[in-house]
């Protein structure tokens, strides 16, 4: 799987609306953009992904570079409950039925949100 | 739906001992995974299962065993438990095929080795 890049940790304020980059420079045409989030103490969760065209879900946005070679994870107004680690992750399309959907976790964005 | 659900929730075990994390899904899932997080690092797959009846190592297999005894459930094994084996266990699982399909987790084990 192709590696990814993130900053180590990103600091915002209630209510803002936070930009979480991801640098993906040697992603392959099948790949896919995952992210997931780690609560404290608590499992990783999936938040959203794409392929080329920006996506949206209940819980954030994805915004896909042209060239796909990075994207950005969009919380429109940040909680404290938001407050996480953030992983980008690329995934390979699965070729057959018997595929498995495995996952390549780097260390990911510690999210801090402050009042 | 319970989700992923994990037993035990913590585990103290002495170097040289045995033990068997659990791990049931209950949504039909074919496949399942098990992944280590040690302090500070993003998770590490251990072993996956991509449907009933086949197992697969993943990046970090040594010292462990697995079982999927049927489509629900997939189980861990540390034959012989060793202080480097300290860390905590999640367990996943998630369709599969050739679409993209979003893992979901367990709450996690958290094994202490001494």
């Known amino acids: 799987d192709a590696k990814t890049t993130q900053p180590n940790s990103m600091e915002s304020n209630e209510e803002e609306p936070v930009h979480l980059p991801c640098n993906h420079s040697t992603i392959s045409g099948t790949d896919y953009i995952h992210w997931y989030r780690q609560l404290p103490s608590q499992g990783p969760e999936y938040v959203i992904h794409g392929l080329t065209s920006n996506v949206n879900n209940r819980m954030a946005s994805l915004a896909i570079a042209e060239d796909r070679k990075s994207s950005t994870l969009i919380l429109h107004r940040a909680t404290l409950r938001d407050a996480a680690v953030y992983y980008c992750?690329?995934?390979?399309?699965?070729?057959?039925?018997?595929?498995?959907?495995?996952?390549?976790f780097g260390t990911g964005t510690r999210l801090q949100v402050t009042l | 739906n319970a989700g992923v659900t994990q037993t035990p929730k913590f585990q103290v075990l002495k170097t040289g001992q045995s033990m068997t994390l659990q791990c049931a899904q209950d949504?039909?899932?074919?496949?399942m995974y098990w992944y280590r997080q040690d302090p500070g690092m993003g998770l590490r797959l251990i072993y996956y299962s991509a449907s009933e009846g086949t197992t697969d190592k993943g990046e970090v297999p040594n010292g462990y065993n697995v079982s999927r005894l049927n489509k629900r459930e997939f189980s861990l094994r540390l034959e012989s438990a060793a202080p480097s084996q300290t860390s905590v266990y999640f367990c996943a699982s998630s369709a599969s095929g050739t679409g993209n399909y979003e893992q979901y987790f367990g709450p996690g084990t958290r094994l202490t080795v001494t």
């Open positions: 949504m039909n899932h074919n496949s």
């Open positions: 992750i690329l995934r390979s399309r699965g070729m057959n039925t018997g595929t498995a959907s495995k996952l390549t």
